[in-house]
Structure formats: C-alpha cells, structure tokens
C-alpha cells in the first residue's frame, strides 16, 4: 500500500483534507440503508407472503368464520405481496438515483479519490512497474471487487426498471420473465459481495486499516 497510499494522502490532502470525501460518505450511507431496505422486502415477500402462506391464511379465515378457497387465501397472499413490491418499487427508484449520483460525482471527486485512477494505479504498480507487489496485489482486488459491485448495481438497476416499466418496454412475457429471474439470480451475487465486503473491513480494522470504518464516518 505504501507506494499508492502516501501519494494519494498527499494528494488528497490539497484537494480535500479528507480520505473519503463527504459525497462518497453520503452515498455510501444511505446506498447501504436503501439497500437492505430492499433487501428486506424480499426477505418479507419470500417468507411472510410466500404462496406457501396461503394455509395459514386460509386457516386464520375460516377460524373466524368464513369460508375461503386455497384459491381465495391465495389472491389474499398475492395482494399483500403485491403491496411490498411496490415499496421495493420505490427503494429501486432510490437506489437508481443514488447509482446516478455516484457516476456523476466519480468524475467531480479529486482524481486521487476516484475509483477508476485508483485501480489504474494499481494495476501500474503490479504489473508493469512490479513494485511492492502485495500492497499493489491488495489495492487491485479491493478496487476490483468495488467496480464488481458497480456493476452488479447497474444490472440491478437497469433490469429493476425494465422490469418496473414492463408494461412500456413492449418487451415480451417471456423476456420479462428472464429479466426478473437474472434480476433475482444477481441479488446472490450483492449478497456474495456484502458477505466479502464486511470481512474484509473486519480484518482490515484488526490489522493495517485500524479506524476505516470512522474514516468512512467522519472522513478520516
Ligand atoms: C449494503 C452494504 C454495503 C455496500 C453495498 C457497501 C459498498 C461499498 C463500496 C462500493 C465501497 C467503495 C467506495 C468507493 O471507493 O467508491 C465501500 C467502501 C467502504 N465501506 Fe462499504 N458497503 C456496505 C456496508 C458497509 C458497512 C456496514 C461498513 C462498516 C461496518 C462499511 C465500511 C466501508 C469502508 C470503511 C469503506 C472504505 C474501504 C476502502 O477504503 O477500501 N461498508 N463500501
Ligand atoms: C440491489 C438491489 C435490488 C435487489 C437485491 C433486488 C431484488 C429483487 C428480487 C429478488 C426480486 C424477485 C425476483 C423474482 O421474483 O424472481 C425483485 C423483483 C423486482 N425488482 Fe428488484 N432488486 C433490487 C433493485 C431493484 C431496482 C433498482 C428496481 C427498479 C425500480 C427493482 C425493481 C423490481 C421489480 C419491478 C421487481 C418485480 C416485482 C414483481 O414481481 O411485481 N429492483 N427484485
């Protein structure tokens, strides 16, 4: 880290006085609370109003005197399910303008503080200039793994809104229907990244990054 951290602190030092700038603080933030905000609506929908409800459902109606289908406690289930997906709906809209103003503010951040510069750097260090190689090695995975996840929201984003548009795309019932299970099927893929993401800040505060996580608080 050592070649690419002092030049960047020096750097950033004129620039900002701050390791982390206060966009990238703010979007990093409500990112992580609009985030598992939708992530809890799915948690809702596939549990608490999971087809598989429908008896429970069924059983609470009939116990208070009606007489209800499967069907019937099934088109209850489904309306309920229909609610949270609209609440995830919003989250999604907030979510793109967040991922909207994290690309705006990548060419407005110091260049020391982008994101693209930084694994550039590393990738020099590494390959080419072959200088403290483990440092380079280290800040080229982290890095990496941050544009993985970029990535990962754009697809999130734009199959998300493919999705909540779908009755203006003019977009087949079968495509749609690809579209929703590749939007699922990444979701694993944003848990995968959280899951490394979370470790590798805990091992990172217990070793050489003592204090990230305040930096990320307060700037550093
Ligand atoms: C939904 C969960 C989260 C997501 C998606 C997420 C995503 C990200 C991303 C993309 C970056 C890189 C920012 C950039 O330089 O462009 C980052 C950095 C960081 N995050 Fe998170 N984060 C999450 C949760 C957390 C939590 C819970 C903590 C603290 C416990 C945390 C602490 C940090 C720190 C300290 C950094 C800076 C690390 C570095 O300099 O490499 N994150 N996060
Ligand atoms: C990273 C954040 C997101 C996660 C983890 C996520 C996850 C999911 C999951 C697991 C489903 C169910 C897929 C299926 O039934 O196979 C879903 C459905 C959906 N998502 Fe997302 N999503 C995210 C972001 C978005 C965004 C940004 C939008 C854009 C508005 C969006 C809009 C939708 C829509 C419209 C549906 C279909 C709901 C329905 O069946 O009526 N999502 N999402």
């Not at 951290?5 to 700038?21: D, H, L, R, S, W």
């Not at 979007?27 to 609009?34: A, G, P, R």
Request: glycine share 8%; hydrophobic share 50%.
């Amino acid at each position: 880290m050592a070649i690419i951290e002092p030049v960047n602190q020096e750097i950033g030092a004129i620039n900002t006085g701050k390791k982390y700038p206060a966009t990238l603080r703010f979007w990093h933030w409500v990112n992580f609370m609009v985030l598992f905000g939708s992530l809890f609506t799915v948690l809702i929908n596939a549990t608490l109003f999971d087809h598989a409800q429908r008896t429970v459902v069924k059983a609470a109606l009939v116990n208070a005197g009606a007489s209800v289908s499967d069907k019937q406690a099934g088109v209850v289930i489904h309306g309920l399910e229909d609610q949270v997906w609209g609440i995830h709906i919003y989250f999604g809209y907030v979510l793109a303008a967040l991922f909207l103003f994290r690309l705006i503010a990548e060419f407005f951040l110091p260049a020391t503080r982008r994101i693209s510069p930084k694994i550039k750097k590393a990738y020099l260090a590494y390959f080419i200039l072959k200088k403290e190689r483990e440092a380079a090695k280290h800040e080229l995975v982290v890095k990496g793994l941050y544009l993985i996840f970029y990535l990962l929201l754009l697809v999130m984003v734009v199959t998300g809104l493919l999705l909540a548009f779908e009755d203006y795309t003019g977009l087949s019932r079968n495509i749609n229907h690809s579209i929703k299970e590749f939007h699922g099927f990444c979701m694993y893929l944003i848990l995968g990244f959280i899951v490394l993401h979370l470790a590798g800040i805990f091992l990172a505060e217990r070793k050489d990054g003592k204090g990230i996580v305040s930096d990320m608080i307060n700037g550093g």
